[in-house]
């Protein structure tokens, strides 16, 4: 049986990190000698781990700037559903019904497994939401928002999950990006929001699972009443100028 190069190996660490949530999309690796440390593995065994990962499309080396995990790592479902969802925009609605059924589970998972450090990525990933409340783009707090909850998934140490959520948020922002946009300019929906986003953190800070789960689904469930309304809003408009212009 043919042996595994030690560069294969190192990459497949590396990969473990990424899969994990140890390193997200667009995040910088650390220094070459500081990673090559963490991994307890030599610099030029890590050269050429990276080159392989760049060859996969996983790593971006830029000269002079370091290596990056690449941006776009969603699972291979996403893109032909970003399609279907072009063509049949009612359907985006079952990408918030199967939110749903997983975050609530994530939610109750992070209760229960949630280190000191996912709970200070949970809180950090919590008050940047709220700063970009207002910002001249709604669409960077409909960001912040998905790095919130993502943030509650990582802690759910559940890496297929993980993977999952990230390309439910891909499709999320891909096909109601308008209603997003609207979402966070609406000044009804901010508080609200905002108080459910703070149990949902605080149930699964103080690891409570049961409360988690039932802040998550409360939660989504107001979002998606939220947008539909907003559907509802812009169909009447609608039809109110076809009116004027008959």
């Given at each position: 049986m043919k042996q595994q190069r030690l560069s294969d190996k190192i990459a497949e660490k590396i990969e473990a990190?990424?899969?994990?949530?140890?390193?997200?999309?667009?995040e910088k690796l650390p220094a070459e000698r500081e990673l090559a440390h963490?991994?307890?593995?030599s610099r030029p065994?890590?050269?050429?781990?990276?080159?392989?990962?760049?060859?996969?499309?996983?790593?971006?080396?830029?000269?002079?700037?370091?290596?990056y995990v690449c941006e776009s790592l969603e699972p291979s479902f996403v893109?032909?559903?970003?399609?279907?969802?072009?063509?049949?925009p009612e359907?985006?609605?079952?990408?918030?019904?199967?939110?749903?059924?997983?975050?609530?589970?994530?939610?109750?998972y992070a209760a229960l497994r949630s280190t000191n450090?996912?709970?200070?990525?949970?809180?950090?990933?919590?008050?940047?939401?709220?700063?970009?409340?207002?910002?001249p783009d709604p669409m960077d707090e409909a960001r912040a928002d998905a790095a919130f909850h993502l943030s509650i998934v990582e802690a759910s140490h559940n890496v297929v999950l993980l993977?999952?959520?990230?390309?439910l948020f891909t499709l999320l922002q891909s096909s109601i990006s308008h209603n997003l946009d609207k979402l966070y300019t609406l000044p009804r929906v901010f508080e609200p929001l905002s108080n459910q986003h703070e149990r949902l953190m605080n149930a699964t800070i103080e690891g409570d699972a049961e409360r988690a789960r039932q802040a998550a689904q409360e939660h989504l469930v107001f979002v998606e009443e939220s947008l539909q309304q907003i559907d509802r809003e812009e169909v009447r408009k609608q039809r109110a100028l076809r009116g004027l212009t008959a």
């Open positions: 990190m990424i899969a994990e949530g140890s390193l997200m999309p667009g963490r991994l307890e593995v065994s890590l050269r050429e781990a990276i080159q392989k990962m760049n060859s996969k499309g996983l790593l971006t080396t830029r000269h002079g700037g370091g290596t893109e032909p559903l970003i399609a279907l969802l072009s063509d049949m359907s985006r609605y079952d990408v918030l019904e199967i939110r749903h059924a997983l975050e609530g589970t994530a939610a109750y450090g996912d709970k200070e990525k949970i809180k950090r990933c919590f008050d940047k939401m709220i700063r970009n409340h207002g910002s993977h999952v959520m990230r390309g």
